[in-house]
């Protein structure tokens, strides 16, 4: 279950990839550059800058890893000029992404800018201790999380990204599952004095009053 929240701009944000791509798959691009006209929101492209493939080819789903959100096996499906000039239009509008040259895949993240944008809207405290007790280390961790605030740019991105993915899922038992890992690497970066993931933190309050 994706929190209600961060939903909207998740769904917004792979639209908008996924159009960017399609653009690049029909090799079609109007008026040039997708970049001439930028928004406020930094995982907005103007709608006008592009014209998806009526019948697209290539993949795009939720990663299966905490390394990036996405992933896309366009580069199978199209020139290696087009896949190349996608990924440079992806990074310039707010999505890094990497080609993965043996799997001919393309990973694709949100920006900075854009995990900001993602986060605004949600909560910065801790839901109350939910009456099902499964949903307890899930509580205990959120809690964890919270209490230690650094700027995203010094957090680690791989528990927001593994958050938001396993929040996805249709129930709860993807992302219970992956708790006591999360829990053991926000111990051990504790110990090292390195800053915990507040925005997985974030996603983990939203996540839990959704769930509850």
Request: with cysteine; charged share 20%; glycine share 4%.
């Amino acid at each position: 279950m994706t929190p209600p929240n961060s939903e909207p701009l998740l769904k917004n944000a792979q639209a908008q990839v996924y159009a960017l791509l399609s653009a690049y798959s029909s090799r079609i691009l109007l008026h040039g550059s997708v970049n001439d006209d930028p928004t406020d929101n930094p995982i907005i492209i103007p709608a006008d800058k592009l014209r998806p493939n009526s019948h697209p080819r290539f993949f795009l789903r939720r990663s299966m890893r905490d390394d990036c959100l996405w992933v896309s096996d366009l580069p199978r499906h199209t020139e290696p000029n087009a896949a190349g000039n996608a990924a440079d239009a992806l990074r310039s509008n707010g999505f890094p992404c990497v080609l993965d040259g043996a799997s001919q895949l393309l990973r694709i993240d949100l920006s900075l800018a854009g995990y900001k944008a993602l986060l605004a809207p949600l909560p910065h405290a801790p839901p109350p201790l939910p009456a099902n007790e499964a949903l307890h280390p899930a509580y205990a961790l959120c809690r964890l999380l919270l209490l230690h605030h650094a700027p995203l740019d010094r957090q680690p991105l791989e528990p927001l990204r593994g958050v938001l993915i396993a929040a996805s899922q249709p129930n709860a038992v993807a992302l219970l599952h992956q708790i006591p890992a999360w829990h053991e690497q926000s111990a051990a970066r504790l110990r090292e004095r390195k800053p915990l993931s507040h925005a997985a933190g974030r996603v983990l309050a939203e996540w839990l009053v959704s769930v509850c």
